[in-house]
């Protein structure tokens, strides 16, 4: 029935819902205090739909009280207004909703060129929102809550704001937040604004204030929508214009307010200058924008010059009282002439100063600081460009100078800062540095002058650049320097002439020129210099070239000729003619030189060579690639040119000998003691003389070099050389008397396939010519250690048995040679302390260590054959120290290398080993010992090669083998 009334007209009647949907829980709650119903999950609430109001409640939640009054917090949006907030109130009675706490009005224009497909208007955002508001939206007429007669009440939707309002320009986008809400605002004066749903961009506008930050006097001038959807205005100034920043320049013309700040576009003027602009930022601390004019008034008071410029820029910095300028497309001009400055120019009450590069006719000076008076330029540092007169670019460059130019007199006067003035040369494409010069601006002539004192400067005084004063700075030349304390510069020539030039570094050598005069020409192109004289390694000296024609290329970089001077160990000079020399790619002089075997040069009285010699002058020794030649051989051997190539201190000889060293041809060398490879089986020496076959075996082969020390030529390394008793293999050879001996890990040319075998201690030759080895022999093989504890527990029980003295035989250099220092120094010091040896190495741990142990060589029997008693240091991991009679034989053979071992006490107390072709037979008289060995499975007692090959040690109950060796040596009576 209301429905029907309302529909004629009759009755105004209106249906508040709530559709409530929430995500979980109840949809409502009614309070038995209060009466209040509390709805829950309101998407939005359609408050009038002819005026288009929405309430959009924060988190879905209504308060509902009496006559259909309701409580919301969020979003209210009517018409083109969105209002946010807490605390809203409506009232149903008067249609009103009550907003005491807005936090912002965000506001939309109807846009009137563009309209939906129902004919309204599409909206456009404002970028600007009202802040700090509070006030009542009036949603329609009470009396028309159904909206029937809303062409009666065309005024609605209506909002009336309470106290100021206000428009804030602190937004990051605009010039980083500058406008501090603190001191720059728009406060809105209450206002009442009406048809909502009809704003556009004409019709909204706000009466309040400016506040500017001091800019500008507060400004009552209405706000507006602007172009860029921002809230502001246009205005002018008065004609004669109007003070800004509390009256420190004036501002004459226009100003504008939007999206880019505060702006003008006009005339600031600030003590004796104007700047036009159309476009000036004003900011809270500054002025800033293009300048289409700059004028400032030459003021002899003042002691300022005229200056004029257009289309640049210029930043006014009114709490410092000063205004810079800068030139852009066009230059500022100076004192009514040719003279313009690309920089800035900042005028205060202290005068005019700036910064750039003032352009001459013929020069320009560059500075971070001019002071500009009525006549003159003048700087405390400056750097100065003088243009050349046929190359097109400059000439002469300075930095860092006091200098000062007067206009009238045509002189410019240059001091340095620092004691010196660094000059540009472009053309020759140097730097110098030099006291004072004196450029005449309508001359072709520049005088430069050094005070630096030359004569108590050390010899590699070139070496630091900071002493020189003349610097390349050609990209190839790597910055080339040297001294010099008068020189001339002569720009219609592109020539400098630099004179008292000591010396120069390049690379690390020290030139010294014929004459004290350098010429440098264009491309730092230095004329080359004769006679000149060289010294290599500047520290330490070792490298002298006499007579030498240089061409300097660079600091890293030279080439010519000059004559080695070759000082040996008696001090004779000698010269070798290097045609060829340079500097390489580590920055080091090298040269090259030829010699011949004609030319007879000794590298001292004990060696000759012939080949190529070479310079490196990084290294102090010259490195000889060729051949070396034992000058003083005895007459057993036949000496041949050694081919060899190794830097050489020419006070310590020392020519490198390879394992296989081979004379210049190729064909390799015998040294020391050499077995032949085939049978028959044979020994014989060699010193650096042609090897007997190419697949003889060296016994004593030796890494090191020889030398000639007290008439001996001795090949070791120079740690052996020095102490005998370090690992390390030894061949002396006595140039009188030819005897040879060595000393080392001697490689006895047998082959046992499954053992392995060591020797180390000494070779000599006795008055017959038999050869000698005395030392210690390492034999390891596939043993069960049973075997050998029953062996050195019964061995020190023999009657012949005495401990064994150490300190007599070489085992603890034999250590050495087989474990390496760490190890064996372990190993020495457990048994100097303990007298025991509690951790035997793995490599020990399987063999049988004999020392003292003497062979000779039996070139009928081939085979080398003990000649003393037997020394057993340990037997596998037992250790034994005892020494008994015994007998070792290694035999070379065609058909297979074999070995015995006999140990003796008596008839009834011995061992007996012989090996050959995989088999280790045992025969003994220690029947314990077989029961051990018999009881050890057979496949125990194997091994297998990976080639297929086997190894295997028995029980060898026959004692002919044993008798026989016993019979045949007849040593054990």
């Known amino acids: ?136 939206l009036r949603v329609d007429h009470p009396t028309n809550r159904s909206g029937v007669r809303s062409q009666n009440f065309p005024d609605y939707p209506v909002f009336l704001s309470e106290g100021n309002s206000f428009v804030y320009f602190d937004q990051p986008s605009l010039h980083d937040g500058v406008y501090n809400r603190d001191d720059f605002y728009y406060a809105v004066s209450p206002f009442e604004m009406r048809g909502l749903d009809e704003l556009t961009q004409e019709n909204l506008s706000f009466e309040g204030t400016l506040v500017s930050a001091g800019i500008l006097s507060d400004l009552s001038e209405p706000l507006r929508v602007m172009d860029d959807l921002h809230l ?206 004196r450029w005449f601006m309508d001359k072709e002539e520049v005088d430069l002058i050094s005070n630096r004192l030359t004569d108590d400067l050390p010899f590699d005084f070139s070496e630091d650049r900071t002493i020189s004063n003349f610097v390349s700075i050609h990209k190839d030349q790597d910055s080339l320097h040297f001294l010099s304390t008068r020189a001339t510069y002569r720009i219609h020539e592109d020539l400098l002439r630099c004179q008292k030039v000591k010396e120069m570094a390049v690379a690390d050598v020290r030139i010294t020129p014929d004459s004290g005069l350098v010429v440098i020409r264009r491309r730092a192109r230095m004329d080359e210099l004769k006679h000149a004289s060289l010294v290599a390694n500047d520290v330490t000296r070792y490298h002298f070239i006499d007579d030498a024609s240089i061409q300097v290329n660079g600091r890293y970089s ?79 051997f036949s000496t041949s040119w050694i081919q060899f190539e190794a830097y050489l201190d020419p006070l310590a000889i020392a020519i490198p000998i390879s394992e296989n060293q081979v004379d210049v041809d190729g064909d390799g060398l015998a040294y020391g003691l050499m077995a032949s490879s085939r049978a028959p089986f044979d020994i014989y020496p060699g010193f650096l003389d042609p090897i007997g076959d190419d697949d003889d075996i060296k016994m004593l082969p030796v890494e090191g070099a020889i030398r000639f020390r007290d008439g001996h030529y001795v090949i070791s390394s120079l740690e052996k050389l020095e102490a005998v008793d370090v690992p390390g293999n030894l061949v002396d050879l006595n140039a009188v008397t030819c005897r040879m001996t060595g000393t080392g890990a001697i490689n006895l040319p047998l082959d046992f396939e499954f053992v392995e075998h060591e020797f180390a201690g000494e070779f000599f030759t006795d008055a017959s010519g038999n050869y000698h080895f005395k030392g210690s022999l390492l034999l390891s093989f596939h043993f069960h250690q049973g075997l050998f504890a029953r062996m050195a527990l019964q061995i020190p029980s023999w009657l012949p048995a005495k401990p064994l003295e150490l300190s007599e035989t070489n085992y603890e250099y034999a250590l050495r040679e087989w474990l390496g220092k760490e190890d064996s120094d372990k190993l020495i010091g457990e048994l100097a302390m303990t007298g025991r040896l509690k951790n035997i190495p793995k490599k020990l741990r399987a063999a049988v260590i004999l020392t003292g142990v003497e062979l000779i060589w039996d070139p009928l029997e081939e085979a080398f054959i003990s000649t003393s008693k037997v020394g057993i240091a340990s037997l596998g991991k037992e250790v034994v120290f005892q020494e008994i009679p015994g007998k070792i034989e290694l035999i070379r053979s065609r058909s297979g290398d074999s070995f015995k071992l006999y140990f003796h006490g008596d008839e009834e107390n011995w061992y007996y080993m012989d090996y050959k072709l995989g088999t280790l037979n045992v025969t003994t008289t220690d029947i314990p010992f077989y029961n051990i060995l018999t009881d050890i499975k057979a496949k125990k007692r194997k091994i297998k090669s990976e080639d297929g090959s086997r190894y295997m040690y028995q029980a060898m109950p026959s004692r002919k083998r044993r008798n026989d060796l016993v019979d045949e040596y007849r040593d054990f009576d």
Not at 78 to 98: C, P, W, Y
Request: proline share 3%; with cysteine; net charge negative.
């Open 558 to 636: 030279f080439e010519g000729s000059g004559k080695y001077r070759y000082r040996d160990l008696e001090g004779d000079t000698s010269y070798i003619f290097m045609a060829d020399l340079a500097v390489d790619a580590e920055i080091q002089t090298v040269g090259t030189g030829k010699l011949t075997a004609r030319d007879r040069f000794q590298l001292s009285p004990a060696f000759g060579f012939a080949g190529t010699v070479s310079m490196a002058s990084k290294l102090p020794h010259l490195y000889f690639e060729g051949g070396a030649k034992l000058l003083q051989p005895c007459d057993a």
């Open 232 to 437: 502001g205005f246009k205005t002018t100034t008065p004609p004669n214009g109007q003070g800004i920043y509390d009256q420190r320049a004036q501002f004459t013309s226009g100003v504008t307010l939007d999206g880019r700040g505060l702006q003008g576009g006009g005339r600031v003027d600030f003590l004796t200058a104007s700047v036009t602009g159309e476009r000036f930022v004003f900011l809270p601390d500054s002025i800033i924008g293009e300048t289409m004019l700059v004028e400032n008034a030459g003021d002899l008071i003042a002691d300022v010059p005229v200056m004029e410029g257009s289309r640049g820029s210029m930043v006014f910095r009114p709490l410092i009282g000063e205004l810079e300028v800068y030139s852009g497309k066009d230059s500022l001009t100076f004192f009514g002439e040719s003279v313009n400055l690309v920089g800035s120019a900042t005028l205060s009450e202290a005068g005019l100063d700036g910064k750039g590069t003032m352009w001459f006719e013929d020069a320009k000076l560059t500075s971070d600081a001019f002071t500009f008076t009525n006549r003159e330029i003048q700087s405390l540092s400056a750097a100065f460009d003088l243009k050349g007169r046929s190359s097109g670019i400059a000439a002469f460059q300075t930095d860092d100078v006091k200098c000062e130019v007067n206009f009238d007199e045509r002189v410019g006067e240059f001091s340095p800062n620092s004691g010196e003035t660094r000059i540009e040369l472009p053309i020759q494409q140097y730097i110098c540095f030099m006291d004072q010069f």
């Open 1 to 136: 029935m209301n429905f029907i009334r309302n529909k004629s007209g009759r009755r105004d009647y209106d249906v508040l819902q709530w559709y409530s949907d929430p995500k979980e829980g109840i949809n409502a709650e009614w309070s038995l205090l209060n009466g209040f119903l509390s709805i829950h999950g309101v998407e939005y609430i359609q408050v009038s739909d002819s005026q288009d109001v929405r309430i959009f409640p924060r988190a879905g939640e209504v308060i509902v009280r009496q006559n259909r009054d309701f409580e919301f917090d969020g979003l209210i949006r009517a018409g083109n207004l969105d209002f946010e907030g807490e605390a809203f109130s409506f009232d149903f009675d008067e249609f009103s909703i009550l907003m005491n706490q807005i936090t912002g009005v965000r506001m939309s224009v109807n846009d009137p060129d563009l309209t939906d497909h129902r004919g309204r208007h599409a909206k456009k955002r404002l970028k600007s929102t009202l802040e700090q508001v509070s006030g009542m």
